[in-house]
């Protein structure tokens, strides 16, 4: 029974654009140009407060962020991008409610969070990534879709560093192009050992009308992109 899973490279992909969309506004470690341009702007020399409101654009290097309001206090690290707003870099592009950061280390995407990196799609209320740890937390519900298939679970944490990817809850894969759909519980995946991934609670997968069961189901993916199911 050959399955095929692509659950860290999304679950990745999503970290790093929720990083992007608040590096692009708020990163000051890097000697890349910035622009600000929007119909109001005032700047608080003795709070350190900057606001921009009205079809505001942001870009630094080549990084793109819109929205209707803006605002970044240098002395404390806070900031915040507000109102339809659309962040783009290189191949990707995330549009969000709401940006926050309370810091360089913790980012929030917030408010139909939708990015798009390459040939990866996710979808979710809320996105918050820790970039000290490479930690990824999608905490209520979203998605994730690559080329092959959608990977859908209550609550998303990516490990990056480890590449380790936990789902919980309502776990749910689908791949038309393997003709596959799995589910269960919780989903564990390992992608440096050979793409292990581990289903549990209620676990099940289907593929050219083959069925399995188990409390415990495990894939191990291969080079090819094949799997052996245990």
Not at 43 to 57: F, P, Q
Not at 133 to 160: K, W
Not at 200 to 208: H, L, P
């Amino acid at each position: 029974m050959g399955m095929r899973l692509n659950i860290k490279k999304a679950v990745v992909v999503a970290g790093i654009a929720t990083m992007a969309i608040s590096g692009t506004i708020y990163a000051a470690d890097n000697n890349e140009p910035a622009t600000l341009d929007a119909e109001e702007v005032e700047y608080d020399m003795e709070s350190g407060l900057a606001s921009a409101k009205g079809n505001v654009i942001m870009t630094k290097g080549n990084a793109t962020v819109t929205g209707d309001y803006a605002e970044y206090n240098s002395k404390t690290k806070d900031g915040k991008v507000s109102g339809n707003v659309v962040a783009t870099k290189d191949d990707m592009r995330v549009t969000a409610d709401l940006v926050t950061t309370d810091g360089p280390d913790h980012m929030i995407a917030e408010g139909s969070v939708n990015g798009i990196k390459a040939d990866k799609h996710f979808m979710g209320p809320r996105v918050e990534y820790f970039q000290q740890d490479e930690y990824v937390l999608i905490p209520s519900g979203g998605s994730i879709t690559s080329a092959d298939g959608t990977f859908s679970a209550n609550m998303i944490r990516g490990f990056m560093r480890e590449e380790h990817i936990v789902g919980d809850g309502n776990i749910h894969i689908v791949s038309p192009r393997n003709n596959m759909e799995a589910g269960g519980d919780q989903v564990n995946y390992w992608g440096k050992e050979k793409g292990k991934a581990v289903i549990t609670g209620n676990a099940w997968a289907v593929q050219d009308n083959n069925t399995l069961k188990s409390k415990k189901l495990t894939v191990y993916l291969a080079d090819d992109g094949k799997a052996s199911v245990k």
